[in-house]
């Protein structure tokens, strides 16, 4: 640089024949051959931004800025801010000042301000006499650069799709996610997913982004020639529309006329038997769809697909299997109902023939057992039926279950309370899990409780749904265990998975009542309102980072943020979902999802484990947890399952859901018979296992103790048995699990 600037200083300014200052050639060429074998671009600058030299690449690249023919002569002498207007106040105008000013080489990339503009990597060296910038063009470098970190993003994007499509859930709420997914990603206005209708003439906009209100799940476009869409069905590939006024190919739908639309790419989506419709983008303004645009809208389209087909194969499993259970109830009912009707007739006719007193009193007993077996056999044939009928009104159903119910206990009086008009109408699968806890709930009753009257009241304050059976019977003691068995646990099941807690209250000689409230599905926040979410996360980076995520996404407040049980306790009123992590500094924080049902029965929560301890996540889900999230999952991902909780999905599977609530039961029952266990030892057997937790031996616990060796070994005969364990080592192990004794 310093053989750089001495020739430049040598290139000043002279004055002409009048006096005037005027900016002279390099008289010697050495210094010109020297600047013009640079390979980069090369000029410079005096203190007065006026050019002092620009070597032939240079004057190339800026021919091109200008958009117009220049000469050496044209940019000599000429200040640079004045020929470039459009880089004043931009980052190059602040870094040539910047090196100027301070004196100081830079180095740095950026694009040149206009339309398309190149980048540039630019390399800056200040000195008295003014500034030399040496640039190459790196515009190719960049644009693969956007180019591969596009790619990377797309395929992110459909990665994350296709987990959403393998987690279940409703097609719906997938393809609204899809086209915001496309929207974000081809940097367009519109998007949509419009669904071929039965008969194949039209397509419904299922899903969309951009469009007027009441657009999505009302407009319908032709499927033919009318319409992108309709042509894109009958095309074997992507579509793609640069200008839509001269488009001579297909018509123009209403629907892109009216939003100005003037491109667009669409591709089909495949389904079970024939395309299931169109994923289309469209822009207001001109725009070249490459290759890569359709090809990332087929990845997505097939996303769709495989989702929808999965939705369509269950939807004909489920079919399948009602039918089957269809069939299976009516055999029951018309063959082994009669069958067993037939029995008990036969048996209580033989009863009333028969002289022998022992053998009568063995066939009335046979009698009954058969009756009971035909009660149970109703029980089964009405339970069949019920996801068949899951589209009758609520009330007709239950009306249907407790007249069953009435002839199976004649004696039982058993009344029905039903209050507004909430279920006036079909509940559909939440009606029928509601009916099979209500059914369990009568069961018990009927067989356990002795009473003679029954009440089923259900009724819907607000926005909540609540449910009570209650009996007159008598009754028992909750602190003692009481009745707790299948049918109790199959009801707390069930009311879990609704989003419920159920409650059983009762006391000696005073009846029993179960008891649950619920949100109905569908009654939680709407598509227009807001969902306000509680982040409880004592990491402050990752809650920042998590409400970051959902500030930047449509819908979504977030009503409050706590870094502890107790902090979060005080933030529960208003809450529809929160985002508990559950190892807080101040205990587990599942505990925090009663308190939040307390204040609000509908609100939902999702639980975050940095853990993958299974006892752990069963004991959230039990606690009521409609999700569990690895801590280490993307923020796009808590936010989605929030989204889709939202919307009424399910985020576990049921079977796996069943299975962590019966783990949390078995683990509960361990935890009550360990306790019973340690009770039953002895301040001396505590003695001798603290002892042995201190690492002594036999002789050295004897011999702190006062005792012979002998009777240690007795009292650890006895820890054993007690314990239930085979050796010292278990013994110690269960001691310290359970908090017995310290080690030290």
């Given at each position: 640089?310093?053989?750089?600037?001495?020739?430049?200083?040598?290139?000043?300014?002279?004055?002409?024949?009048?006096?005037?200052?005027?900016?002279?050639?390099?008289?010697?060429?050495?210094?010109?051959?020297?600047?013009?074998?640079?390979?980069?671009?090369?000029?410079?600058?005096?203190?007065?931004?006026?050019?002092?030299?620009?070597?032939?690449?240079?004057?190339?690249?800026?021919?091109?800025?200008?958009?117009?023919?220049?000469?050496?002569?044209?940019l000599?002498?000429?200040?640079?801010?004045?020929?470039?207007?459009?880089?004043?106040?931009?980052?190059?105008?602040?870094?040539?000042?910047?090196?100027?000013?301070?004196?100081?080489?830079?180095?740095?990339?950026?694009?040149?301000?206009?339309?398309?503009?190149?980048?540039?990597?630019?390399?800056?060296?200040?000195?008295?006499?003014?500034?030399?910038?040496?640039?190459?063009?790196?515009?190719?470098?960049?644009?693969?650069?956007?180019?591969?970190?596009t790619?990377?993003?797309?395929?992110?994007?459909?990665?994350?799709?296709?987990?959403?499509?393998?987690?279940?859930?409703d097609?719906?709420?997938?393809?609204?996610?899809?086209?915001?997914?496309?929207?974000?990603?081809?940097?367009?206005?519109?998007?949509?997913?419009?669904?071929?209708?039965?008969?194949?003439?039209?397509?419904?906009?299922?899903?969309?982004?951009?469009?007027?209100?009441?657009?999505?799940g009302?407009?319908?476009?032709?499927?033919?020639?009318?319409?992108?869409?309709?042509?894109?069905?009958?095309?074997?590939?992507?579509?793609?529309?640069?200008?839509?006024?001269?488009?001579?190919?297909?018509?123009r739908?209403?629907?892109?006329?009216?939003?100005?639309?003037?491109?667009?790419?669409?591709?089909?989506?495949?389904?079970?038997?024939?395309?299931?419709?169109?994923?289309?983008?469209?822009?207001?303004?001109?725009?070249?769809?490459?290759?890569?645009?359709?090809?990332?809208l087929?990845?997505?389209?097939?996303?769709l697909?495989?989702?929808?087909?999965?939705?369509?194969?269950?939807?004909?499993?489920?079919?399948?299997?009602?039918?089957?259970?269809?069939?299976?109830?009516?055999?029951?009912?018309?063959?082994a109902?009669?069958?067993?009707?037939?029995?008990?007739?036969?048996?209580?006719?033989?009863?009333?023939?028969?002289?022998e007193?022992?053998?009568?009193?063995?066939?009335?007993?046979?009698?009954?057992?058969?009756?009971?077996?035909?009660?149970?056999?109703?029980?089964?044939?009405?339970?069949?039926?019920?996801?068949?009928e899951?589209?009758?009104?609520?009330?007709?159903?239950?009306?249907?279950?407790?007249?069953?119910?009435?002839?199976?206990?004649?004696?039982?009086?058993?009344?029905?309370?039903?209050?507004?008009?909430?279920?006036?109408?079909?509940?559909?699968?939440?009606?029928?899990?509601?009916?099979?806890?209500i059914?369990?709930?009568?069961?018990?009753?009927?067989?356990?409780?002795?009473?003679?009257?029954?009440?089923?009241?259900?009724?819907?304050?607000?926005?909540?749904?609540?449910?009570?059976?209650?009996?007159?019977?008598?009754?028992?003691?909750?602190?003692?265990?009481?009745p707790?068995?299948?049918?109790?646990?199959?009801m707390?099941?069930?009311?879990?998975?609704?989003?419920?807690?159920?409650?059983?209250?009762?006391?000696?000689?005073?009846?029993?009542?179960?008891?649950?409230?619920?949100?109905?599905?569908?009654?939680?926040?709407?598509?227009?309102?807001e969902?306000?979410?509680?982040?409880?996360?004592?990491?402050?980076?990752?809650?920042?980072?998590?409400?970051?995520?959902?500030?930047?996404?449509?819908?979504?407040?977030?009503?409050?943020?706590?870094?502890?049980?107790?902090?979060?306790?005080?933030?529960?009123?208003?809450?529809?979902?929160?985002?508990?992590?559950?190892?807080?500094?101040?205990?587990?924080?599942?505990?925090?999802?009663?308190?939040?049902?307390?204040?609000?029965?509908?609100?939902?929560?999702?639980?975050?484990?940095?853990?993958?301890d299974?006892?752990?996540?069963?004991?959230?889900v039990?606690?009521?947890?409609?999700?569990?999230?690895?801590?280490?999952?993307?923020?796009?991902?808590?936010?989605?399952?929030?989204?889709?909780?939202q919307?009424?999905?399910?985020?576990?599977?049921l079977?796996?859901a069943?299975?962590?609530?019966?783990?949390?039961?078995?683990?509960?029952?361990?935890?009550?018979?360990a306790?019973?266990?340690?009770?039953?030892?002895?301040?001396?057997?505590?003695?001798?296992?603290?002892?042995?937790?201190?690492?002594?031996?036999?002789g050295?616990?004897?011999?702190?103790?006062?005792?012979?060796?002998?009777?240690?070994?007795?009292h650890?005969?006895?820890?054993?048995?007690?314990?239930?364990?085979?050796?010292?080592?278990?013994?110690?192990?269960?001691?310290?699990?359970?908090?017995?004794?310290?080690?030290?």
């Amino acid at each position: 640089m310093t053989y750089v600037t001495t020739a430049l200083r040598r290139r000043t300014t002279r004055p002409d024949a009048s006096g005037r200052r005027r900016y002279c050639r390099m008289p010697d060429r050495r210094y010109e051959d020297v600047f013009e074998r640079i390979t980069d671009l090369f000029h410079a600058f005096d203190r007065g931004w006026r050019f002092t030299y620009v070597n032939d690449r240079a004057l190339l690249a800026l021919r091109e800025l200008k958009g117009e023919e220049l000469a050496r002569e044209d940019l000599l002498g000429k200040n640079v801010w004045e020929m470039f207007p459009d880089a004043v106040g931009t980052t190059i105008y602040r870094k040539y000042h910047e090196a100027v000013r301070e004196q100081k080489a830079t180095e740095f990339e950026q694009q040149y301000p206009s339309p398309d503009g190149p980048w540039y990597e630019m390399r800056l060296y200040p000195s008295e006499e003014g500034l030399s910038i040496y640039s190459c063009d790196i515009t190719e470098r960049k644009r693969a650069q956007e180019e591969a970190e596009t790619r990377a993003h797309r395929q992110a994007v459909l990665a994350e799709l296709g987990k959403r499509a393998l987690a279940g859930g409703d097609a719906s709420a997938l393809m609204d996610d899809a086209v915001a997914f496309v929207a974000r990603a081809l940097g367009v206005e519109y998007a949509k997913v419009v669904e071929l209708l039965p008969g194949g003439e039209e397509l419904l906009v299922r899903a969309g982004v951009g469009w007027d209100e009441g657009v999505v799940g009302r407009t319908t476009e032709g499927a033919d020639l009318g319409s992108q869409a309709g042509y894109t069905l009958l095309s074997e590939g992507p579509v793609i529309v640069e200008e839509l006024s001269t488009e001579t190919r297909f018509g123009r739908p209403p629907l892109l006329v009216e939003h100005g639309v003037v491109g667009g790419a669409t591709v089909a989506i495949p389904g079970w038997d024939g395309p299931f419709g169109v994923l289309g983008a469209h822009t207001g303004g001109r725009r070249a769809f490459t290759e890569d645009d359709a090809n990332f809208l087929q990845g997505v389209a097939n996303v769709l697909a495989m989702r929808v087909e999965r939705e369509e194969a269950q939807e004909e499993l489920d079919r399948v299997r009602e039918a089957e259970r269809s069939r299976v109830a009516r055999d029951l009912h018309d063959e082994a109902l009669g069958d067993l009707t037939y029995a008990v007739a036969e048996a209580q006719h033989v009863q009333s023939i028969c002289t022998e007193e022992e053998a009568a009193q063995r066939l009335g007993r046979l009698a009954a057992a058969l009756k009971r077996v035909g009660e149970q056999l109703r029980g089964a044939v009405y339970d069949l039926r019920l996801g068949q009928e899951r589209e009758r009104p609520f009330t007709d159903l239950l009306d249907t279950l407790v007249e069953l119910h009435r002839t199976m206990a004649p004696d039982l009086r058993i009344s029905t309370d039903v209050r507004d008009g909430l279920l006036s109408g079909p509940l559909g699968e939440t009606g029928t899990e509601l009916l099979r806890i209500i059914g369990e709930a009568l069961t018990n009753a009927r067989r356990h409780s002795g009473a003679n009257n029954v009440r089923v009241a259900v009724w819907s304050p607000g926005d909540t749904l609540s449910v009570e059976v209650s009996d007159d019977g008598r009754g028992f003691d909750p602190s003692a265990g009481g009745p707790g068995g299948t049918g109790t646990r199959g009801m707390r099941e069930r009311a879990r998975l609704l989003g419920a807690d159920l409650r059983v209250d009762s006391a000696p000689g005073e009846g029993t009542t179960v008891r649950f409230e619920m949100a109905p599905r569908g009654e939680r926040a709407g598509p227009d309102e807001e969902v306000r979410v509680l982040l409880v996360e004592d990491h402050a980076a990752v809650r920042e980072a998590i409400a970051a995520a959902f500030e930047q996404e449509a819908g979504f407040e977030v009503a409050a943020q706590a870094g502890s049980l107790e902090e979060a306790r005080g933030m529960l009123e208003g809450v529809d979902v929160a985002v508990v992590d559950l190892g807080l500094p101040d205990g587990f924080g599942g505990d925090l999802i009663r308190d939040l049902r307390g204040v609000n029965p509908g609100a939902q929560a999702i639980v975050l484990s940095a853990n993958p301890d299974r006892a752990e996540i069963a004991r959230a889900v039990e606690a009521g947890a409609a999700g569990v999230l690895n801590k280490m999952a993307h923020l796009n991902e808590v936010v989605g399952a929030v989204r889709r909780l939202q919307a009424g999905e399910t985020l576990m599977p049921l079977q796996e859901a069943v299975e962590l609530l019966r783990f949390a039961g078995s683990r509960r029952e361990e935890e009550h018979e360990a306790r019973q266990a340690i009770g039953r030892l002895t301040s001396r057997e505590v003695e001798v296992l603290q002892a042995l937790a201190e690492g002594l031996d036999s002789g050295k616990v004897a011999e702190r103790l006062h005792i012979s060796v002998k009777t240690e070994r007795n009292h650890t005969t006895s820890i054993l048995n007690k314990l239930g364990v085979h050796s010292r080592l278990q013994a110690l192990v269960f001691a310290i699990r359970h908090g017995v004794v310290r080690v030290r």
